[in-house]
Nanobody, 115 residues
């Protein structure tokens, strides 16, 4: 079994910053991709940023230049540093890990950007 535990969500004003963290535990294959997805009310879940165990990254166009994803392979942890947050970033953010063509998800953490 694989478990993902997220932390770091909250309420922030536009232009502010937040850092999300996620730790994975269980039977995890070394070659994997970890990342963050988000789902706003009435919208489909979308990819925000992903990072491979080798360090390759991919970002949604909407967050490029504002969000930075990083990981600690030894701890099976992934972080998302979010800066210059906008109201449209408001969503539930989910941590994800993929390997062997399977997806595992965290429980989600709410991020609200509002003045």
């Amino acid at each position: 079994q694989v478990q993902l535990v997220e932390s770091g969500g909250g309420v922030v004003q536009p232009g502010g910053s937040l850092r999300l963290s996620c730790a994975a535990s269980g039977n995890i294959f070394t070659v994997n991709t970890m990342g963050w997805y988000r789902q706003a009310p009435g919208k489909q879940r979308e990819m925000v940023a992903v990072i491979t165990n080798g360090g390759s990254t991919n970002y949604a166009d909407s967050v490029k230049g504002r969000f930075t994803i990083s990981r600690d392979n030894g701890k099976n942890a992934v972080n998302l540093q979010m800066s210059n947050l906008k109201p449209e970033d408001t969503a539930v953010y989910y941590c994800n890990i993929k390997f062997f063509r399977r997806d595992y998800w965290g429980q989600g953490t709410q991020v609200t950007v509002s003045s």
